[in-house]
């Protein structure tokens, strides 16, 4: 396969996943700011969905377009929304993500290709700026719906040929660095997870926590409705079976590069499969004590710094040219 055409499937997956982890965390976050002020008001700091800035590395962008005064709502809503000149925005990522696959047209399904143009005009239409307007959580759900779409198509539709394996490589690498950056911001300010009083407005944001990365009912079903601070970080990091879980996510890169690779799994085929494999071992014999006697933040850093360096080898193994 040519180098340009595997790079253009690896980051139209990356893009689509980023789109839809914004769409959940702004709809999770305009929820939110209604519970809290329920509550007697939000805790101190930025609100909810001004700390989606944060996660996606954009606060300073946004500051230079709008100043820094106390912001609106609406106004981070639409610069993460609308704002073509913000790259992290919805729009600029599924541009990205449609002008990669009309250049690499010729090895998707006609469905795949579709729902991503579709998605990004829709995008882009009266339609969507009017049900943003009078509904931001519906118009979230039906953005969120469509790159969930997006997905189940590539499952359905393609071959498990080099096509499949670099799409699939980028959806969970994207995966696993944002769980790990939502992780890091949602718990700043919060105690360590042993301490942290689950009542009132702490209960709150645990759940919010839990929804950002869609695991609130599949948690609950696991763990009898009780939400344990402890027991929410060991099944976002080290959950095996739910797949927007750090380790699921970890384990199914390795499955994807090593079939990229066409290696009998003896020997690792490059750095950037030596170093997931690294990664995916931290995290199936690791224990969620260890990660908390650590330091949850440190260790989440780590995290994200292995998920650039395997996205910088992926890079010279397989993109460069």
Sequence with gaps: MLSRVAENLYWISRYVERAENVSRLLDVGFH???????LNGAAEGPGPIESVLTI???REAFE???GTKERERDDVLRFLTFDRQNSHSIISMLGRARENARGSQETLSGEVWSQVNKLYLYLGSSKARKRFSTSPPRFYDTIKRACILFDGLVDATLPRTEVFHFLQLGRYLERVNQVSRILNVKLFGMREPGSVDAG????????SLLRSCSAYEAYLREHHEQIDPERVVRYLVLNSDFPRAMRFCVARCCESLREIAGGDGE??????ERQLGRLDSELRYMDV???????????????????DRIGEEIHQAYFFS
């Design 267 to 272: 020997e690792y085929g490059s750095e950037a």
């Design 56 to 58: 996606l590395a954009c």
């Design 32 to 38: 939110l700011e209604l519970d809290a002020t329920g």
């Design 64 to 66: 230079r377009s709008h």
């Design 200 to 207: 009132g407005l702490r209960l709150v944001h645990w759940s």
């Design 289 to 307: 004590e260890e990660i908390i006697d650590e330091g949850l933040s440190l260790f989440l850093t780590e995290v994200q710094d292995s998920c």
